[in-house]
């Protein structure tokens, strides 16, 4: 059988143009010669759609979707996609549990004729599933053209014994498959063995390797062919990086889409059949894995990606255009600036600076020479008179008190207020600058350089800042040089450094991967720091540590963060605000 995965970029609540794209991607299957079109998971109405399958309407019209999509069905390839259905009464009495299914469709002749319910529901780190959907009771083989097919749905493959050290969940509907299978008759049983599986897999840097992993050996160990189709795009928070993958029987990778990108692959199992008895499922390898946050992030050219795709998706399917960037001179609105390019084009996107008396002449060369590379519009707002005023206008109330804080976070303030109204006047959305180390230790400034729509690099630690920013010049000068090379400051007031508040960057960063990513202790993390050759003090581990309890209250009111590794800031890390911890 031929069999096409259609890697597509659905938009939540779009049910006329999801139907388009499952009708467009499934025309070029059938022009490829494939019986089957296969589709992510909950593509119809686009995923996550969260507390929009509260709303009875909304379940109404994912069916009437569906249902306009198997009309199609009746010439060309069958169809298999994610829909959500709406629970129905049981017996007459109405359904006591929760009202909606997370379900992949098989369309044929006209109709849906078979339906897989989801049977393991995510309740780990960004999923919440089992908030919304009832489980799955058990699995079914189901038969498309003579040939069997063990249907699932994400998180159904994600729970294999022979890979996980630490399962999260007490069975496995892969196995339930298996077994079905080995009970067929002839003559379905001489065909091969097909895993399909319908994703809607987000990236973190080190994602896909994991997945790939993952599926090779439940390939080898079930001894079939196993083809993983996942969803490309951005939405909201989330990046979905595609890369939907076909594994022969001996856990190899024989096809394998693009990478955060729409794309089309066609395999056909009886080509692959003849690996099935290179690897009896005895002989598969195990491999532990502790839990499904762990990995590997070494492909920065992947975090760039994933950063450009979910920005471009954010600002299109918000319904925008254009982005505005505040323009310090500084490496992270560099960067920030650079990934806004790539991702809207320089013609939409309009870098401001806004000066202060502490901003050096050095800073504002910076700022107009990374616009002059990138090709985008630069205007100049200074704001020393705004700034002067607010000072005169507070004097009375400032009286005898030093300059400190407040005046630093004025500045920025008064910058947030411009941006916001460049924004209103212009309809462009602002993107917002700070870093995941910054917003980790609160060194950043509620209604100031906090404002904005989408927080770009809030999930990019000021080291990996740095990575990304060479890597923008890896054909040629973007980010100019003395942006890169001079020590990072805010420029709130004469002389400052970013390590008169913070320790150097180096030391930081992995005090804070390890507490906010992993969840260590002061002690766990004193003890790999010294096993890694940079030594730190317990007591400065514990400063660090502090200003990430006392900083969850910022991060609250932030702008949605684009998540590229395994634990970011949003509802995939869940904390209380007014808390004591011990550290």
């Known amino acids: 059988m031929k069999i096409a995965l259609a890697q597509i970029n659905p938009t939540v609540g779009d049910f006329a143009g999801n139907a388009r794209l499952v009708l467009d991607f499934a025309t070029r299957a059938g022009e490829a010669g494939a019986e089957l079109a296969v589709f992510p998971e909950l593509c119809v109405c686009g995923y996550p759609p969260a507390d929009l399958l509260e709303k009875r309407s909304f379940l109404e019209r994912a069916r009437e979707a569906l249902d306009e999509i198997a009309i199609h069905t009746t010439s060309g390839p069958a169809i298999l996609c994610g829909a959500v259905l709406a629970t129905g009464p049981v017996d007459g009495r109405p359904y006591e549990g929760k009202?909606?299914?997370?379900?992949?469709?098989?369309?044929?002749?006209?109709?849906?004729?078979?339906?897989?319910?989801?049977?393991?529901?995510?309740?780990?780190?960004?999923?919440?599933?089992?908030?919304?959907?009832?489980?799955?009771?058990?699995?079914?083989?189901?038969?498309?053209?003579?040939?069997?097919?063990?249907?699932?749905?994400?998180?159904?493959?994600?729970?294999?014994?022979?890979?996980?050290?630490?399962?999260?969940?007490?069975?496995?509907?892969?196995?339930?498959?298996?077994?079905?299978?080995?009970?067929?008759?002839?003559?379905?049983?001489?065909?091969?063995?097909?895993?399909?599986?319908?994703?809607?897999?987000?990236?973190?840097?080190?994602?896909?390797?994991?997945?790939?992993?993952?599926?090779?050996?439940?390939?080898?160990?079930?001894?079939?062919?196993?083809?993983?189709?996942?969803?490309?795009?951005?939405?909201?928070?989330?990046?979905?990086?595609?890369?939907?993958?076909?594994?022969?029987?001996?856990?190899?990778?024989?096809?394998?889409?693009?990478?955060?990108?729409?794309?089309?692959?066609?395999?056909?199992?009886?080509?692959?059949?003849?690996?099935?008895?290179?690897?009896?499922?005895?002989?598969?390898?195990?491999?532990?894995?502790?839990?499904?946050?762990?990995?590997?992030?070494?492909?920065?050219?992947?975090?760039?990606?994933?950063?450009?795709?979910?920005?471009?998706?954010?600002?299109?399917?918000?319904?925008?255009?254009?982005?505005?960037?505040?323009?310090?001179?500084?490496?992270?609105?560099?960067?920030?600036?650079?990934?806004?390019?790539?991702?809207?084009?320089?013609?939409?996107?309009?870098?401001?600076?806004?000066?202060?008396?502490?901003?050096s002449t050095g800073s504002i060369d910076d700022a107009r020479a990374l616009t002059v590379n990138l090709g985008i519009r630069y205007e100049l707002v200074a704001i020393h008179d705004v700034f002067t005023q607010y000072q005169r206008t507070l004097e009375p109330l400032f009286a005898g008190t030093p300059f400190g804080l407040a005046e630093e976070n004025l500045q920025s303030r008064i910058r947030g207020a411009l941006l916001m109204a460049l924004s209103n006047k212009f309809g462009s959305l602002v993107l917002t600058t700070g870093n995941k180390s910054e917003m980790s230790t609160g060194y950043c400034t509620l209604y100031g350089d906090m404002v904005g729509a989408l927080a770009v690099i809030g999930d990019v630690f000021k080291t990996r800042v740095y990575a990304l920013s060479r890597y923008a010049n890896r054909e040629r000068e973007v980010i100019p040089r003395a942006t890169i090379e001079k020590p990072p400051s805010a420029e709130l007031r004469p002389g400052q450094r970013d390590t008169d508040s913070l320790p150097p960057y180096e030391i930081l960063d992995p005090i804070l991967e390890a507490y906010v990513e992993r969840y260590a202790s002061a002690e766990q993390i004193v003890a790999e720091m010294e096993t890694a050759g940079h030594p730190v003090d317990l007591a400065l581990v514990r400063r660090v540590l502090q200003l990430v309890e006392r900083s969850e209250y910022k991060r609250q009111q932030a702008a949605p963060v684009l998540k590229v590794t395994p634990k970011s800031f949003g509802n995939g890390r869940r904390f209380p605000i007014a808390v004591k911890v011990e550290l």
């Not at 098989?106 to 780190?125: C, E, N």
């Not at 762990?294 to 450009?308: H, K």
């Open 99 to 359: 009202h909606a299914r997370n379900i992949a469709a098989l369309l044929t002749g006209g109709r849906v004729s078979f339906v897989q319910q989801k049977m393991l529901l995510p309740f780990y780190d960004i999923f919440d599933e089992q908030r919304y959907f009832e489980p799955a009771t058990e699995q079914t083989l189901t038969v498309l053209n003579g040939q069997p097919l063990a249907i699932t749905i994400c998180e159904d493959a994600w729970n294999d014994k022979g890979f996980w050290e630490r399962r999260l969940y007490p069975v496995d509907p892969i196995d339930e498959l298996m077994h079905q299978w080995r009970t067929l008759p002839d003559p379905l049983a001489v065909h091969p063995r097909v895993v399909l599986n319908i994703s809607a897999s987000p990236f973190w840097c080190g994602k896909p390797l994991l997945r790939r992993k993952m599926l090779s050996v439940l390939a080898r160990r079930h001894n079939a062919i196993v083809a993983m189709v996942n969803q490309v795009g951005g939405n909201d928070s989330l990046v979905f990086d595609g890369s939907s993958i076909v594994l022969a029987p001996n856990g190899e990778v024989v096809a394998q889409a693009a990478s955060f990108r729409e794309d089309l692959i066609v395999f056909d199992t009886d080509d692959l059949q003849s690996m099935a008895a290179k690897l009896a499922p005895t002989e598969a390898t195990s491999v532990s894995v502790s839990n499904p946050g762990a990995g590997e992030c070494g492909d920065t050219a992947d975090t760039w990606n994933a950063l450009v795709l979910g920005t471009r998706d954010y600002v299109r399917k918000c319904g925008f255009s254009k982005a505005l960037v505040g323009l310090s001179g500084g490496i992270d609105s560099a960067l920030v600036a650079a990934i806004a390019v790539e991702a809207l084009g320089a013609e939409n996107v309009l870098g401001v600076g806004m000066p202060s008396e502490f901003s």
